[in-house]
């Protein structure tokens, strides 16, 4: 799995024009599923999003996690993620996973993270989406569970 956290002020998905999710302080997370990933792969950033130190304590510090601030997630799906440029200027998309078991795997991320006590708003898998923020900072993180330490 491949996910792009942002720290934002706000963030919101608009569809057809309507507000359909938005957050105050928080992260949106842009989220892409790829094939022949598995509960290890949502695991480690079920361990590592929520828990990011990269909110500024009382020292001016990034210190503190979405869970010591109380923030919000707004959790995208965006396939586009896996886009392989290596060859020519049109994206490759084989690496993603097929809709039915990335929606899956998408909607399982998303629950866990609420068992965590966080507050989760998320696009629509699959939807076309205008995706709004307020990067603080700016702050955005890559991680890639294809690249964990076991």
Same mark, same amino acid.
């Given at each position: 799995?491949?996910?792009?956290?942002?720290?934002?002020?706000?963030?919101?998905?608009?569809?057809?024009?309507?507000?359909?999710?938005?957050?105050?302080?928080?992260?949106?997370?842009?989220?892409?599923?790829?094939?022949?990933?598995?509960?290890?792969?949502?695991?480690?950033?079920?361990?590592?999003?929520?828990?990011?130190?990269?909110?500024?304590?009382?020292?001016?510090?990034?210190?503190?996690? +979405?869970?010591?601030?109380?923030?919000?997630?707004?959790?995208?799906?965006?396939?586009?993620? +896996?886009?392989?440029?290596?060859?020519?200027?049109?994206?490759?998309?084989?690496?993603?996973?097929?809709?039915?078991?990335?929606?899956?795997?998408?909607?399982?991320?998303?629950?866990?993270?609420?068992?965590?006590?966080?507050?989760?708003?998320?696009?629509?898998?699959?939807?076309?989406?205008?995706?709004?923020?307020?990067?603080?900072?700016?702050?955005?993180?890559?991680?890639?569970?294809?690249?964990?330490?076991?």
């Amino acid at each position: 799995m491949r996910a792009v956290i942002q720290r934002v002020k706000e963030a919101s998905v608009i569809i057809d024009g309507k507000v359909y999710s938005n957050i105050g302080r928080g992260f949106l997370v842009l989220l892409a599923v790829e094939e022949n990933d598995t509960e290890k792969d949502m695991e480690y950033l079920l361990k590592k999003i929520p828990n990011l130190r990269v909110f500024e304590g009382e020292s001016g510090k990034m210190n503190l996690s +979405l869970k010591d601030v109380g923030g919000e997630m707004l959790v995208v799906s965006q396939f586009t993620l +896996l886009g392989n440029v290596k060859r020519g200027l049109r994206p490759d998309f084989t690496r993603a996973e097929r809709p039915e078991r990335a929606k899956k795997l998408y909607l399982e991320f998303v629950e866990k993270v609420r068992e965590q006590g966080i507050k989760v708003k998320t696009g629509k898998f699959a939807a076309f989406m205008e995706v709004r923020l307020i990067n603080e900072g700016p702050v955005t993180i890559i991680i890639d569970s294809r690249f964990r330490e076991f």
